[in-house]
């Protein structure tokens, strides 16, 4: 099995606080994976760590067998769980400065996407609502063509037709040669589109594996074991 996110003993300590002790866990190629576990659980400290944005206490962490860094953030595309575009900027703006910074950016991509929404390219960040910004960042997430994907809390902060339209597009811009890792606390809205999953419990990983042989083996729903195992 080819992996494309893989953790040895990988820990990560705050002043007051271990986000993360001692995971090992490894996801593979080709997948849509759940990055499952309730606000504080360390989904946000590890997603920073394969960023590069963060640095190990201890352990090792690779993204497409790179320790995380320039290379490494050169081919996989990760997303915040908040909107951390230029307000005063346009939408044209943004793509531009996307393709300038990113060789694997799809700029024909990124427009159609756009149009698809009804977003003028013209119109200033500033502009648009919470939801649209999101989609905005989203789209320039998903035109990167990246072997990678990471998105924290992508389907947090909107309202249900824009959740739909979100995984839509994630959905649709996904290839057999990509990985896409969701972070999120809302199981029942992304079941549907995950096959693989990480459990995520107090920095601890306590599941991790294929979702249908997870579903055969407990015999119930990934949301169903979720909030069984975080009793919900």
């Given at each position: ?224 074991l979720f909030r069984e195992e975080f009793r919900c």
């Open positions: 099995m080819e992996t494309v996110l893989e953790c040895k003993d990988l820990t990560k300590k705050y002043i007051t606080k271990t986000a993360l002790k001692g995971i090992d866990l490894s996801v593979p190629k080709g997948a849509i994976v759940g990055l499952l576990g309730p606000n504080g659980s360390g989904k946000t400290t590890l997603l920073k760590l394969a960023a590069g944005l963060l640095k190990p206490t201890s352990g090792e962490i690779l993204v497409c067998g790179l320790k995380p860094g320039a290379e490494s953030k050169e081919i996989a595309a990760y997303q915040p769980d908040r909107v951390y575009l230029n307000d005063w900027m346009t939408v044209n703006d943004l793509v531009q400065m996307m393709a300038d910074f990113y060789k694997n950016f799809n700029k024909d991509k990124a427009y159609e996407m756009l149009k698809n929404l009804k977003i003028e390219k013209g119109e200033k960040l500033k502009s648009l609502s919470k939801g649209t910004k999101e989609k905005v960042q989203l789209i320039l997430t998903m035109s990167r063509e990246a072997p990678l994907y990471m998105l924290d809390e992508p389907i947090g902060g909107v309202d249900p037709a824009a959740r739909d339209y979100i995984l839509n597009t994630i959905i649709s811009n996904y290839s057999e040669n990509s990985t896409v890792i969701i972070s999120t606390h809302l199981i029942s809205d992304i079941e549907s589109v995950l096959n693989y999953v990480l459990f995520l419990k107090e920095g601890n990983i306590i599941r991790q594996g294929d979702v249908e042989s997870i579903r055969e083996e407990k015999g119930m729903s990934i949301d169903q």
